[in-house]
């Protein structure tokens, strides 16, 4: 799957697009919401630029609301331009399948702010000698369209102590990535939950949200460098898990953290 086709979007009036999506984001429980995320988010950036929305101003922060399923098919994405500052510009989009709502968004574009500089996150993990890729062979899903290689004590419905996942990835194409993909990516995996649990189990998310802590927009990971993503569900408690994440490219650094409520049980 070529990023720039699954992220394709046509205008078909103001402020509204068309896009689609195929049978190659199929994900374990319907249609993948990260390429749904991505397809708002590439809609909202060609309105900003339409809009003389100055080049320098990359996504920061994104929000997701899944409200309703998403199918194999188009889908419609209608973009408003809430507010359109000296530096911050905010955008709400709204996907919409036969006339009914499936997710709206919030995003938020910036240039740097000057600002205090340090990081609680935790560290890292060191990358062992030996990890798993992340494949379905012959089928069609969203984790084929990623190249990832899991910790080797990460399993699906392993019954682990910890419900986590730690692994490495990169674009399945080439070394380079946007702000598009990566909201993708933040989503990519299945629930951690299913790490900790034994057997199959609901786990939908009904919101997802990304901050991006550069505002560089667009990275390149070279020839062998992967980003490392650890996705904790650190509480799950009446049918409902929070799960939160970090993302960090190849020198340490933070790139991304995510937060994600889910329906679990």
């Given at each position: 799957?070529?990023?720039?086709?699954?992220?394709?979007?046509?205008?078909?009036?103001?402020?509204?697009?068309?896009?689609h999506?195929?049978?190659a984001?199929?994900?374990?429980?319907?249609?993948?919401g990260?390429?749904?995320?991505?397809?708002?988010?590439?809609?909202?950036?060609?309105?900003?630029?339409?809009?003389?929305?100055?080049?320098?101003?990359?996504?920061?922060?994104?929000?997701?609301?899944?409200?309703?399923?998403?199918?194999?098919?188009?889908?419609?994405?209608d973009?408003?331009?809430?507010?359109?500052?000296?530096?911050?510009?905010?955008?709400?989009?709204?996907?919409?399948q036969?006339?009914?709502?499936?997710?709206?968004?919030?995003?938020?574009?910036?240039?740097?702010?000057?600002?205090?500089?340090?990081?609680?996150?935790?560290?890292?993990?060191?990358?062992?000698?030996?990890?798993?890729?992340?494949?379905?062979?012959?089928?069609?899903?969203?984790?084929?369209?990623?190249?990832?290689?899991?910790?080797?004590?990460?399993?699906?419905?392993?019954?682990?102590d910890?419900?986590?996942?730690?692994?490495?990835?990169?674009?399945?194409?080439?070394?380079?990535?946007?702000?598009?993909?990566?909201?993708?990516?933040?989503?990519?995996?299945?629930?951690?939950?299913?790490?900790?649990?034994?057997?199959?189990?609901?786990?939908?998310?009904?919101?997802?949200?990304?901050?991006?802590?550069?505002?560089?927009?667009?990275?390149?990971?070279?020839?062998?460098?992967?980003?490392?993503?650890?996705?904790?569900?650190?509480?799950?408690?009446?049918?409902?898990?929070?799960?939160?994440?970090?993302?960090?490219?190849?020198?340490?650094?933070?790139?991304a953290?995510?937060?994600?409520?889910?329906?679990?049980?």
């Amino acid at each position: 799957m070529i990023w720039e086709h699954a992220v394709a979007v046509e205008p078909i009036g103001e402020g509204r697009y068309r896009g689609h999506v195929d049978e190659a984001w199929t994900s374990l429980q319907g249609v993948h919401g990260g390429v749904v995320a991505a397809l708002a988010l590439t809609a909202a950036e060609r309105t900003l630029h339409e809009a003389g929305a100055d080049s320098g101003r990359a996504l920061r922060s994104a929000t997701l609301g899944y409200v309703a399923g998403n199918s194999i098919g188009e889908l419609a994405i209608d973009v408003d331009v809430v507010r359109h500052g000296r530096s911050l510009v905010t955008t709400h989009a709204r996907t919409s399948q036969q006339h009914k709502t499936t997710t709206v968004a919030r995003f938020h574009h910036s240039p740097p702010w000057e600002g205090m500089t340090y990081s609680d996150a935790p560290p890292m993990p060191d990358r062992p000698p030996t990890t798993v890729q992340l494949h379905r062979p012959g089928a069609h899903s969203h984790i084929n369209n990623v190249d990832t290689h899991l910790h080797p004590e990460t399993q699906l419905l392993g019954g682990a102590d910890r419900a986590e996942w730690i692994a490495w990835s990169r674009p399945l194409h080439g070394s380079r990535f946007d702000a598009a993909w990566l909201l993708m990516f933040g989503d990519y995996f299945p629930p951690a939950v299913f790490a900790k649990a034994t057997t199959r189990q609901r786990a939908v998310t009904i919101e997802y949200s990304m901050q991006i802590h550069s505002a560089v927009g667009r990275w390149d990971l070279g020839e062998n460098g992967y980003l490392t993503a650890r996705m904790h569900a650190f509480h799950s408690h009446e049918g409902f898990a929070v799960e939160d994440g970090w993302i960090y490219l190849p020198d340490g650094e933070l790139l991304a953290t995510t937060r994600q409520t889910r329906l679990a049980g």
